[in-house]
């Protein structure tokens, strides 16, 4: 049984508090790969020194602009939503209404005889007794392919379903009193079909106990018992899931907005029961995916490859907004009872909970709880809860945005509790400082940056009905990757490729690439050409848990180092020295000592001759590091007369090792600031309480911020460069939410204890202070 | 960064292609596909359901299609033009992926009827660069890396663009405003607005 | 979308010929922000468009014995930055202004915004078949009503959805409707109808061959126009509770006021008993509250909706406050 701090479906780091990754110090240590393959073989030999990050750097830690900027910019960027292909059909699929029904019959006749229509397929064989029900609105039925968009929403909307509508469960809260109808099996993900599996609709785990919560209590001097609790928000990629799929016999080619390509490839191979060898897939430029599109074998894929096959043509099948909010992944509801006590002098010293969420129909709802904070006597009971909505996928940072706003709130209370200033509280409860654990060192010159001395007690004592408050929270990640190839050649013109299948989600990768092998060679970023997005090129993991840059940087490194040495001993004769003396500087090859002695780049690749050097290489330990740490301070105005939030400023201290491109990486940090921000204050899948079925399935009820919500954000990107590579994408939209909720609180002087913070629900925690 | 389509495998073809396929037609010889009788509509000639003849100005070049009334001026564009620069987010006018410049004016192509906007200037972000270089909000983009996975962008540069060409010195509270109908959710927005307010020598339109 | 063919009539008379007396069967296409939406999610599926644009005035034209006629076609984005309309009357300046984004207001007109149909999510998901599609129950009281009225009794329990209603029924303005049998002018105050069983699946008089095709607001004499709109995200959001408040002064009291509020009952609400507790007063914060306390008196919250009381409370309180030329204390401003 998965424990219940490690969401399902995403590779997950220990916060520090819980023991994973902590202490290792320095980037020596083998790091622990979130990238998948953990426990399948034995980690390779520490890389050899001379492969080490060596200052001084030509371009690492540099402000490189973006590579693909100007296709961006330009729209010459093919995405897969752009992949237009000679006689190309467009793919819909049909999918449930229904929050959970079953398939009586599909009658795909009237479909098949519409306009345009050139193949049609059954997903869900109302003759397959363990298929035929739909778990949730959005849950895929049948498909179709028609010669132009419009004809095939004609067509999907032809084919006749005939449902017999079944009792759903629809809310947490009924499911857990029992109230629900009985739906999923007791054990685990959903086996609606099965007779005779008892039925609950909860999973109940394991308890964690840890030390003596009963001596932990009798320590305190107070207690605090409450509830917290957090939503469900979906991905939202801006580019929806699909895919253009065309086959060439038995070779299919297909362009997949994806995380994994190479996953993808294998997910293919298995739905299609065909060779992987015969699959090539494609991502040059993806329009975001924040976890939800490293699904191996999403339906609409194998769906888009099939309708090629069948008709014989390519099909380019790309989901609409409604089908993303609906069946396209989720960032599971989090909740927690808990009860926490405190001595006088502010340790806290027994925590005990009970935790809950749902991750939909029959995934896991698991966070980190407490996150970070060190409590020596903790137990904590979870369950997850399933309900008929779509299944929850890793949304970035899975499990810590919920651990951290119900962590910080409670940490926040108890530091009012004992009257202490909430930053000395959170030191005097933290883990001792490391390279990886570096929050109270950020919190100290985080607070002097943002006027924190400033700061009033919980309640903005000031006249009128804006107040203002400001809030701190902190965040831990992974980060660390193993997965990670590439290849590289230099020819005699000089220019240099890199090959390394990884992908761009938009978070820089490819710029990345060119940042590490440019620093080796010690010539431009402009002059490297970064070959990535196919599964052509060299192997490497999914794009998932920040393990990109630490798993390709380290190969890439290794690959050009060995390029350079090859290119070493070509011209070393030459200039008559050691091939080991030589370094690659400024456009130069050159005797480390002795600058005059050496040749331009131009004129040593002029040596290699007309066989390009090639040389590869593959992760390994010592270049890259894991766990990061990071704190986050916002300040926000309230209007108690409306509700209405607005964050004015918000302060970003983050590490992540050795950084590599400077300008990605702080892109990455407004980025995950501004995600949180939604999380705390806009974003809410909105279900009919009675009916399941999701009201806001769209991007006008489904609130996103845009630039008038947008606050002043400073980031402070931390060098830690002795480490390694770590990942940054996901840290830094772990505690904004948590920041802006305690800014809030001490701005109105009430605590809301459950996200997003509505006008609504902020005007009635005032109206019961009141009362 | 040239694309990877016609890398190993073998998938080498041209646009040219495609519009073949896609019912572009280079002249209108096509017959207006079979409409309503005047009766019906009061007098007034009606058009459809089917593919009718839509002649376009798109970057100032003449595009003549065939496509139903119903078809948007973005899918008319993206599906049958292979102009893809614009990109369809959330296909309500709500995430401004879409924003092109109809007469002087940003508006969602997703929600413009093709058929609506015969004889505008239509400007998208396909032929906003010249071959001189960058258009200089596009330059500022880059530079201030205002973007991240870049579905967005192509919305915000038109939305920028069209916003510079009315207040060619916006001010810090005209560009929030003049930039609200546009999400980027990788959450660039802080770089966007740095952009925007960087670029100088923007003519009004 | 369903397929529909499409008529593009130059002027109003061939535009309501192309229409339909059957309801919904053939739907007028101005801006297109609102109904190429709700035809996408397939909750109106007309066979016919007749694009308005060319056939309907877009230009503002000053009246004898002052007033001004504003065309239905006119452009949001053209009102919000009309001169003589803001000098006369702002307050339909500044909720123009706050339609949308500058996307919709550069294509949305004044048309459709007053004609738009209800944003409630009940309503634009097709699963939810209620009464404004034939359907036989609101399911908004037991449902999801947080963004739903607050005032007014059903059978729908929608908000109307235009900004630009609440400054017309303020300025008591006209509208000009064209049909089969010519114009009819028909006052704001009558135009939007509460929600009966009978007229649930409309929101105003206008019959489906008919258009709308001027504003006509009447001069406006020497008053003082203020509107505050609430709205959760300050970019693109519709408001949750907004307000226009007119002031005739004598001197430094009121004399007659006009306390009209949106986005809180089925129609623009009209707030008497605010109106009532202003006249003799001198605006102060006191009486601008007291006055908001009157115009949120009899408020009927849904089981989720309560908060938009407060809400609406401020939007009067600070419309108020706004039209006497007080400080208005703001999140976005302060």
């Known amino acids: 049984m998965a424990s219940p701090n490690e969401p399902q479906g995403q590779p997950q780091p220990q916060p520090p508090a819980q023991g994973g990754g902590r202490g290792q110090g320095p980037a020596p240590a083998p790091a622990q790969g979130q990238g998948g393959g953990r426990g399948q073989t034995p980690p390779p030999p520490p890389a050899d020194p001379k492969y080490h990050w060596t200052p001084p750097h030509n371009s690492i830690g540099t402000h490189v602009k973006r590579l693909d900027g100007p296709d961006k910019v ?52 109302p003759a397959e007794t363990q298929r035929n029900i739909a778990m949730y609105q959005g849950d895929e039925i049948a498909a179709v392919a028609a010669d132009t968009e419009e004809r095939a929403i004609d067509a999907a909307r032809l084919v006749k379903v005939d449902y017999e509508v079944l009792p759903a469960v629809i809310q947490v809260d009924q499911a857990l009193a029992g109230t629900a109808p009985a739906v999923f099996a007791a054990s685990g993900p959903a086996a609606d079909n099965t007779p005779g599996t008892p039925r609950s609709n909860v999973r109940q785990g394991q308890t964690q106990e840890t030390g003596d919560i009963a001596a932990g209590f009798k320590q305190a ?90 008709a014989n043509a390519p099909v380019k099948l790309m989901l609409d907004r409604k089908e993303e909010h609906l069946a396209t992944g989720n960032r599971p509801s989090a909740a927690a009872r808990i009860k926490v006590g405190v001595t006088t002098d502010g340790m806290i010293t027994a925590f005990d909970a009970e935790t809950w969420g749902t991750g939909g129909a029959g995934a896991a709802a698991g966070f980190p709880l407490p996150y970070i904070y060190q409590i020596p006597n903790r137990r904590r009971t979870h ?65 002097k940056e943002f006027g924190w001395d400033k700061r009033h007690p919980t309640g903005d004592p000031a006249a009128g009905p804006i107040k203002t408050g400001m809030g701190v ?99 070393a004769p030459a200039l008559g020295v050691e091939a080991a003396s030589l370094v690659a500087v400024n456009g130069r090859i050159q005797v480390k000592d002795n600058p005059s002695k050496g040749m331009s780049w131009a004129e040593a690749c002029k040596q290699i001759g007309p066989q390009p050097i090639a040389a590869d290489g593959a992760w390994q330990p010592g270049l890259s590091s894991v766990t990061t740490s990071g704190v986050q301070f916002a300040e926000v105005k309230v209007d108690v007369e409306t509700g209405i939030v607005k964050v004015t400023r918000v302060l970003a201290l983050q590490d992540c090792g050795l950084v590599v491109s400077r300008l990605t990486a702080e892109s990455q940090v407004y980025g995950g600031v501004i995600g949180s921000l939604n999380f705390a204050l806009f974003e809410d899948r909105i279900l009919d309480r009675n009916t399941g ?79 | 960064m040239a694309s990877k389509d016609d890398k190993p495998g073998g998938f080498a073809f041209s646009r040219r292609d495609f519009l073949k396929s896609a019912g572009v037609v280079s002249a209108v010889t096509a017959a207006t596909s079979p409409a309503e009788s005047e009766a019906q509509t009061g007098g007034v000639n009606a058009v459809g359901p089917g593919d009718v003849p839509v002649r376009l100005t798109v970057n100032g070049k003449r595009v003549d299609l065939m496509i139903e009334p119903r078809t948007t001026l973005l899918d008319a564009l993206r599906n049958r033009a292979d102009l893809t620069g614009n990109k369809r987010g959330c296909d309500r006018g709500a995430c401004g992926a879409c924003t092109m410049i109809v007469d002087g004016r940003a508006v969602y192509a997703c929600s413009t009827l093709a ?76 770089r966007i607005f740095e952009a925007v307010s960087s670029v100088k020598g923007v003519t009004r339109g | 979308m369903k397929a529909f063919s499409y008529v593009n009539p130059a002027n109003e008379r061939d535009a309501v010929r192309a229409l339909s007396p059957e309801f919904e069967k053939v739907l007028p296409l101005a801006g297109g922000q609102d109904l190429l939406a709700r035809m996408k999610d397939y909750v109106t599926e007309p066979d016919r468009i ?94 999801e009503n947080q963004f739903h009225a607050i005032f007014g009794s059903g059978p729908s329990f929608i908000v109307h959805p235009s900004s630009l209603a609440v400054p017309c029924v303020a300025y008591n303005a006209t509208f000009r409707l064209f049909g089969p049998k010519g114009e009819r002018m028909v006052p704001a105050s009558e135009y939007f109808t509460m929600p009966t069983l009978q007229n649930v699946r409309t929101e105003n008089v206008l019959m489906p061959n008919e258009l709308l095709t001027h504003v006509i607001l009447p001069a406006p004499g020497t008053i003082k126009s203020g509107h505050y709109e609430v709205r959760y995200k300050e970019s693109h959001d519709w408001p949750i509770a907004f307000a226009t408040v007119l002031l005739a002064m004598n001197g430094d009291a009121v004399r007659t006021a006009r306390v009209v509020m949106g986005a809180v009952a089925p129609v623009p609400w ?53 039209a006497a030329g007080m400080n208005v204390v703001d999140v976005k401003t302060i």
């Open chain 1, 221 to 310: 001097a107070q207690t605090l018992e409450e509830t917290y609790s957090t939503h469900v928000i979906t991905h939202v990629c801006l580019e929806s899931h699909g895919a253009v799929c065309e086959w060439d016999g038995d070779n299919l080619t297909a362009w997949v907005s994806t995380q994994g390509i190479n996953a993808t490839r294998d997910g293919f191979a298995q739905g299609l029961k065909i060779p992987a060898s015969n699959v090539r897939v494609i991502t040059q430029h993806m329009g975001g995916g924040f976890g939800s599109k490293l699904g191996a074998q999403d339906p609409q894929a194998i769906i888009c490859a099939r309708l090629a096959k069948q």
């Open chain 2, 115 to 190: 058929i609506d906007v015969q004889g505008k200037q239509i400007r998208n972000v396909d032929g906003l660069a010249t071959p001189a270089g960058l258009h200089p909000v596009q330059q500022a983009f880059c530079d201030k890396d205002a973007l991240m996975c870049g579905f967005c962008t192509p919305g915000f540069v038109m939305a920028s663009v069209a916003l510079l060409e009315k207040h060619p010195s916006a001010t810090p509270e005209q560009i929030r405003k003049g930039l609200d109908g546009n999400i980027c959710r990788c959450g660039t927005f802080s």
């Open chain 3, 270 to 322: 009209r707030s008497e008993a605010a109106e009532t507790a202003l006249a003799g007063k001198t605006i102060t914060e006191e009486t601008a509250a007291a006055a908001a306390e009157a115009a949120l008196r009899g408020a009927k919250p849904l089981s989720q909706n309560a908060y938009k009381i407060q809400v609406a409370k401020t939007a009067v309180k600070r419309a108020i406050l706004h």
């Open chain 1, 74 to 125: 330009t729209g010459r960027a093919k995405y897969t939503f752009d992949i237009n292909r000679p006689g190309m059909l467009y793919g819909r699929i049909v999918r449930s209404p229904h929050p959970r029904a079953r398939i009586v019959s599909v009658d795909l006749s009237a479909a098949q005889k519409a306009p345009g229509v050139k193949a049609t397929l059954l997903w869900r064989d």
């Open chain 3, 50 to 143: 007749v694009n308005v644009k060319n056939a309907l005035d877009a230009t503002v034209t000053s009246m004898p014995g002052g007033g001004i006629k504003i065309g239905a076609a006119m452009k949001l984005v053209d009102l919000a930055e009309h001169p003589q309309v803001s000098k006369l009357y702002p307050a339909m300046v500044l909720a123009a202004g706050e339609v949308g984004t500058p996307q919709i207001r550069n294509q949305g007109t004044v048309g459709g915004n007053l004609n738009q149909r209800p944003r409630c999510w009940y309503f634009r998901n097709e699963e939810f078949v209620c009464f404004k599609k034939g359907g036989n129950q609101c399911f908004s009281p037991a449902g």
């Open chain 1, 383 to 447: 369950k997850d809860v399933f309900i008929n909505t779509g299944l929850q996928r890793p949304m970035r940072a899975p499990g810590h945005p919920q651990g951290s706003f119900i962590t910080e709130v409670m940490m926040e209370e108890l530091a009012d509790r004992v009257k202490m200033d909430p930053i000395e509280f959170r030191i005097k409860n933290l883990p001792p400082e490391a390279p990886n654990a570096m929050w109270a060192s950020y919190l100290r010159q985080g607070a």
């Open chain 1, 473 to 571: 929270a902190i965040n831990t990640w992974g980060g660390g990757g193993s997965q990670g190839r590439a290849h590289v050649e230099i020819s005699s013109d000089g220019t240099v490729v890199v090959r390394c299948g990884t992908q761009d989600l938009g978070t820089g990768t490819r710029t990345l690439v060119a940042v590490v092998a440019a620093d080796t060679f010690g010539i431009p970023v402009s002059h490297i050409k970064p070959e990535i997005g196919d599964t052509v090129y060299p192997v490497s993991g999914g794009s998932g848990g920040s393990t990109t840059a630490a798993g390709i940087s380290p190969a890439i490194r290794i690959a050009t180092v060995n390029a350079l040495d090859a290119l070493k001993d070509k011209i």
């Open chain 1, 693 to 771: 079925q999701m009201v806001n399935p769209n991007m006008e009820w489904y609130l996103l911020a845009g630039m008038s919500d947008i606050p002043k954000i400073d980031v402070r990107l931390i060098d830690q460069s002795e480490r390694g590579v770590i990942g940054i994408g996901e840290p830094p939209t772990v505690p904004t939410a948590a920041a802006v909720a305690l800014a809030v609180r001490n701005a109105i002087g009430v605590t809301v204890r459950s996200l997003p913070l509505t006008p609504a629900k902020i005007l009635q925690t005032l109206a019961q202070r009141r009362a």
